[in-house]
């Protein structure tokens, strides 16, 4: 069974910065395209930011673009999330996710497993 943790979430300012993590584990849990995506309160899931197997091409929303960053290291199944110039509107709950395949998609129904998310809240 692959399983994915997050960390790293916490408060922040705006502003502020944070780093989130997803540890990956169990069989089969690389090499696949990973993601991330959120959800704030009464609102829909939505991408964040995506990456293929080899974490060498990446894609992020435009809402995020130039203040995320999204890496992934192969080695230790190790997903992050750089997160910088924090808003509010970025506040919301982080989840990881794993693909189906190598390739990066922005498309939730493309991520078959998912983690239990990390809240993220930035107020001042």
């Known amino acids: 069974q692959v399983q994915l943790v997050e960390s790293g979430g916490g408060f922040a300012q705006p502003g502020g910065s944070l780093r989130l993590s997803c540890a990956a584990s169990?069989?089969?849990?690389?090499?696949?395209?990973m993601g991330w995506f959120r959800q704030a309160p009464g609102r829909e899931r939505e991408f964040v930011a995506a990456?293929?197997?080899?974490?060498?091409?990446?894609i992020v929303a435009d809402s995020v673009q130039g203040r995320f960053t999204i890496s992934f290291d192969v080695a230790k199944k190790t997903l992050y999330l750089q997160m910088n110039n924090l808003r509010a509107e970025d506040t919301a709950l982080y989840y990881c996710?794993?693909?189906?395949?190598?390739?990066?998609?922005?498309?939730?129904?493309?991520?078959?497993?998912w983690g239990q998310g990390t809240q993220v809240t930035v107020s001042s």
């Open positions: 990456c293929d197997w080899s974490g060498r091409s990446t």
């Open positions: 996710a794993r693909g189906y395949g190598g390739g990066h998609s922005r498309l939730i129904d493309q991520y078959p497993y």
């Open positions: 169990g069989p089969n849990s690389s090499p696949y395209a």
